[in-house]
Nanobody, 134 residues
Framework: QVRLQESGPGLVKPSQTLSLTCTVS??????????WSWIRQAPGKGLEWIGY???????AYRPSLKSRTSISRDTSQNQFTLQLRSVTPEDTGVYYC??????????????????????????WGRGTQVTVSS
């Protein structure tokens, strides 16, 4: 059973950096063809893909967030981390980490803007509320 658990501060001040960590158990983040995403949901809105880090360490980001986003990993801890810089109140929401399997032949079919389809994710964290406010 794979489990994902988000952790990090629930309150961030505007212009600061939001940093969240996803700790994975029951499976390795380096296992072939698994991609590990950060996804968020603002109040009253749908799920929004932020970016992912792959089993090999490659990354991809939502274009509208790319200039402010970094995703990294610590394979020794089986964790991956989101950093979102220069946050504003519009970054308030519930942040999820999730896992998706993408075979090499299908990678080119993944939307550059939306990332993998939401229904393709097989494991999710419970989500963590992040509020951006002074």
């Amino acid at each position: 059973q794979v489990r994902l658990q988000e952790s990090g501060p629930g309150l961030v001040k505007p212009s600061q950096t939001l940093s969240l960590t996803c700790t994975v158990s029951g499976g390795s983040i380096t296992t072939n063809y698994y991609y590990w995403s950060w996804i968020r949901q603002a109040p009253g809105k749908g799920l929004e893909w932020i970016g992912y880090i792959s089993y090999s360490g490659s990354t991809a980001y939502r274009p509208s967030l790319k200039s402010r986003t970094s995703i990294s990993r610590d394979t020794s801890q089986n964790q991956f981390t989101l950093q979102l810089r220069s946050v504003t109140p519009e970054d308030t929401g519930v942040y999820y980490c999730a896992r998706v399997l993408i075979a090499p032949a299908r990678l080119s079919l993944v939307s550059d803007d939306r990332g993998p389809e939401i229904y393709e994710y097989d494991y999710w964290g419970r989500g963590t509320q992040v509020t951006v406010s002074s």
